[in-house]
């Protein structure tokens, strides 16, 4: 200290707890891949309260390390230290930074808050206003055939309430009505996802880059929907609808976890979400359509000859223990008839 | 008493009356006490017992969590313990111990009073505590409560129904202990000063006392309602909080975090009083920005009313909410950091003594510092949003009630046990304890903000097989945090009937809890003293206290 000025110490210090700061800020790896666009949102807030948060800690860490150091008693020493009761511009300064940090991230925060749509629940781009029956929404879903809702026998009532909580349209999207819309059931101890037209699924399959609607409810006690790749949750409870409104940007298979204790198995309660390309979720759609509605009267009545192989399968896949997936696979593998000549139940053989 | 505080007039005491005891015998801390010392030290060993219990059950929690499945403990039992552990650290350990325990004790000391303002209100509430710790351990025998610390409707309405209603009666009873005792403090550190002492020469654990009280008294009453239309629910078929039935689930977790956000201060508050004490005292300075400390309790306490919903994020809540919350939240950082500034400014220029005492409100700064850093990254909704419910909360708020409030505890701990019983404790196990302690808490709790922000929710007692390392180092820690407790406990029982004999002040310090014997004589002083100096005037002409022995009759130098 006698060799070297404070200020060019200090000035060291700084530079160097700014650069780690920074570093630490970009570099931590403690979140999660972002599959979903509001991902990158949180990230980056988290990011930059990583990069205040470390300076503060280092140079309040750094504080004390140096005073014990350089204030400790020295052996024999039984005096006092120096008289000082406080410094008002310092404590005006120090009260200062924090306030100023605190406006930052504030007003950052509504920034981030309102990207997500969290500013919008409940915008399901009709007449918002009024009590939109996501029934009629859905069936405008581009990318999905429309079914008469009278085949449909959904475990759980479709219909959900407008919802007033959670996550709606982000301002790109407001007005506009998202392009499929679930509707997810918690109980204790799953998750139920009711697609339009009654299919009902214990995993979620959504497209990726298209604006998916979560409708979530409970049956029991308070679930909360949370897919960590997306960054995004929502308390499912019962008796009022909540939604959670999102874009999954990254094809994959991710965790969907119960983040609210809703019993003793609370911790099993975890099933995933697929996000498909858009191709394959036509693919997925196409083969719930063949293996969840079956129409058994067309079936019975059709001769057996005039049906393709995935219409004729259709009936003996949940026997057979052949998935959906698998089943669409085959259709897609074997390009109609061939197959059928080889299955002993086929009466043409 | 030295003999230059031998008393100047006549004692208060009527002659005619029988002589009061000269000091308390063991078997009158297990009584019906009025006098405030007693009260102070039931309060401790109680809560120390009921911190012992809770310990316990977060050992056989994170030995569960040492594998993905279940297979340690039956998930219901492990539901069980994570909700009275949190139960019996928060309202058994921590609020009772920092409030009832040192706040009892040292605030009458501290202000030249010799007693509380209401002796036998706060013998009392003292009283209402064991048999509610009593009714927390006896609900094991149905089941125990098995829905969170929060109690959440509609599982709490469906789950345990016997032991969820004891616990709620628990619950009251402990709430009720503590609006008692509030009211109490309120009552004495306003008006039961000596008349040489303005509030604003009181030492600053009577400022953060009077700013934990008056949040006690506000807040405590809301949670109370909570449980009560709980227990309406639960027992005499009410539909307060019953979605089929009309009720709305959401309105408990409003009524609930009302309180329960304060507690969390009311767990903080009194240990940042402990750290404005014992900081000065081993720097051998005076507290760097008096005023500023004690207005940024009174300030915590303002804001810490309005900051509720920051637990509801994820809830039932509207945008607007999520916002107002957000900047609330963040609020609360500005008088929390003016505090941790003020104490590492009390350190610069000093000449620091590093007894065990010492040593913990160091580590209390450094992890409250970070669960300070940890908490801000939560308070706003868009990162709250993801981390809500995971392992990175947990990790947050032990950094803070473990490295904060349970550090500071034993900070003070160290610092009065000579004050209380007349020993010393022993310095080495103390700083095998801080070891123990330091090492331990970071390993169990730094490793699970990694945890949480990777997708591992909490309150579960199955998880991803994706999280076993972290956790298992978490187990390890644990059990060195388990261990920690071993040598402290020794040295307690050890020193308190062997250990070197302390004297008056064996600290050197100013403040008025020192001038008198070592256990305090039952009603404090012969004689009151008169105070001569401020609180925290270390240094005052490079004079050690000898040189500032209180004379009869001179004027505060302020």
């Known amino acids: 200290m006698k060799e070297i000025p404070s200020s060019i110490l200090t000035l060291t210090a700084g530079v160097l707890i700014t650069i780690i700061s920074f570093w630490v800020g970009q570099h931590h790896g403690l979140m999660p891949e972002q599959a979903s666009e509001q991902a990158p949102l949180v990230d980056n807030l988290f990011n930059v309260m990583v990069m205040i948060g470390t300076a503060l800690f280092l140079v309040v860490q750094g504080a004390i390390i140096v005073f014990m150091i350089k204030y400790r008693r020295r052996a024999g020493d039984d005096t006092d230290g120096l008289y000082i009761e406080g410094n008002l511009p310092l404590e005006a300064f120090w009260t200062a930074i924090p306030a100023a940090i605190v406006i930052f991230l504030g007003i950052y925060s509504v920034d981030v808050f309102d990207n997500m749509g969290g500013l919008n629940p409940g915008d399901h781009g009709m007449m918002s206003h009024h009590h939109v029956q996501p029934a009629a929404v859905v069936a405008q879903a581009p990318s999905q055939p429309a079914i008469a809702a009278d085949t449909a026998a959904p475990l759980i009532e479709p219909q959900a309430p407008y919802a007033r909580y959670g996550f709606g349209a982000n301002p790109d999207q407001m007005g506009k009505p998202p392009a499929l819309s679930v509707n997810v059931t918690g109980m204790q101890y799953a998750w139920l996802f009711n697609y339009p ?18 409708n979530l409810s409970a049956k029991d006690v308070i679930h909360s929907f949370w897919v960590p790749q997306f960054r995004l949750k929502q308390d499912a409870l019962p008796g009022q609808p909540t939604e959670l409104r999102f874009i999954a940007s990254k094809p994959g298979t991710y965790p969907v976890v119960c983040a609210e204790l809703c019993g003793s198995y609370h911790g099993g309660m975890r099933t995933q979400v697929i996000v498909h390309t858009q191709a394959d979720y036509d693919q997925w759609w196409a083969s719930t359509q063949v293996a969840q509605a079956p129409d058994q009267e067309q079936t ?46 086929s009466p043409e053989s | 008493m030295t003999p230059a505080q031998l008393p100047v007039n006549t004692p208060l005491a009527d002659p005619g009356a029988s002589p009061p005891p000269q000091g ?43 594998t993905p499945d279940s297979d340690f403990i039956d998930p219901t039992l492990y539901n069980a313990f994570m909700t009275n552990h949190g139960t019996i650290m928060i309202f058994l350990w921590i609020v009772p111990s920092a409030i009832g325990g040192f ?28 048999p509610a710790g009593a009714l927390l351990m006896a609900s094991f ?6 829905s969170g610390w929060t109690s959440y409707p509609p599982l709490s309405e469906i789950t345990a129904n016997v032991a969820q209603s004891m616990w709620i009666l628990a619950i009251v009873m402990v709430g009720t202990s503590s609006i008692l005792g509030a009211l109490n403090f309120v009552i004495t550190i306003l008006f039961m000063r000596i008349p040489s002492m303005r509030l604003d020469q009181s030492p600053l654990f009577c400022w953060a006392m009077l700013a934990t009280s008056l949040l006690a008294l506000l807040s405590t009453p809301v949670l109370a309602i909570g449980l009560l239309l709980l227990l309406f629910d639960i027992n005499f078929g009410t539909s307060f909080f019953k979605p089929d039935a009309g009720g709305n689930v959401v309105l ?18 009194p240990i940042f009083g402990i750290m404005s004490e014992v900081f000065p005292v081993y720097s051998r300075k005076p507290i760097f920005g008096y005023k500023a400390i004690a207005y940024s309790s009174m300030a915590i306490c303002l804001v810490g009313l309005f900051v509720w919903v920051h637990h509801m994020f994820t809830s039932g809540t509207p945008p607007w909410m999520r916002l107002f919350f957000t900047i609330s939240t963040l609020i609360v950082g500005i008088p929390t950091g003016v505090k941790i500034f003020g104490w590492v400014a009390t350190m610069w220029g000093g000449k620091i003594r590093y007894t065990t005492s010492m040593l913990f409100a160091i580590g209390f700064l450094t992890m409250f510092v970070f669960g300070g850093m940890t908490g801000v990254t939560m308070g706003t909704a868009p990162v709250d949003i993801h981390v809500h419910d995971t392992y990175y909360v947990v990790g947050h708020f032990h950094y803070v009630l473990f490295g904060g409030s349970v550090f500071g505890l034993y900070a003070g701990i160290y610092h009065w046990f000579p004050k209380m019983t007349g020993r010393l404790l022993n310095e080495p196990l103390g700083w095998v304890h801080f070891a123990l302690t330091f090492i331990g808490s970071n390993l169990t709790f730094l490793p699970m903000h990694q945890l949480g922000l990777q997708g591992m929710p909490r309150r579960v007692a199955m998880y991803d097989p994706q999280f076993t390392s972290v956790n298992q180092l978490c187990t390890i820690g644990a059990f060195i945090l388990a261990a920690s407790v071993i040598p402290f406990t020794i040295n307690v029982v050890w020193s308190w009937s062997r250990g070197a004999v302390a004297g008056d002040n064996p600290w050197r310090a100013l403040t008025l809890e020192w001038t008198t014997s070592s256990p305090p004589l039952i009603e404090n002083w012969e004689v009151l003293p008169v105070l001569t100096h401020g609180p925290y005037d270390y240094g005052l002409n490079n004079s050690s206290p000898e040189n500032l022995e209180p004379v009869a009759g001179s004027t505060s130098p302020s």
């Open chain 1, 197 to 214: 037209g009654g299919v009902v699924t214990g995993e979620l399959h959504i497209p990726a880059g298209r604006d998916v609607q979560l």
């Open chain 1, 300 to 345: 019975i009545a059709v001769r057996p000859s005039d049906l393709s192989a995935p219409e004729f399968l259709a009936p003996y896949a949940e026997q057979v223990g052949v998935s959906s997936a698998a089943l669409a696979h085959l259709k897609h593998h074997h390009q109609g008839g061939t197959m059928i000549s080889h299955l002993p139940a």
């Open chain 2, 24 to 66: 308390w015998k063991w078997y009158d801390y297990f009584t019906f006490n009025v006098d405030h010392k007693v009260i102070g030290i039931q309060y401790l060993v109680t809560s120390f017992f009921f911190y012992l219990i809770g310990g316990a059950m977060a050992v056989a929690m994170r030995t569960e969590l040492a």
């Open chain 2, 103 to 130: 706040g009892n004790f040292l605030v009458p000391l501290m202000i030249g009073a010799r007693d509380m303002a209401f002796p036998k209100l706060n013998a009392i509430a003292f009283w209402l505590n064991p």
């Open chain 2, 141 to 146: 025998f149905f089941g125990g409560a098995q």
């Open chain 2, 252 to 269: 408990y977790q409003h009524l609930f975090w009302f309180y329960s956000h304060p507690a969390v201060y009311l767990m903080i508050l």
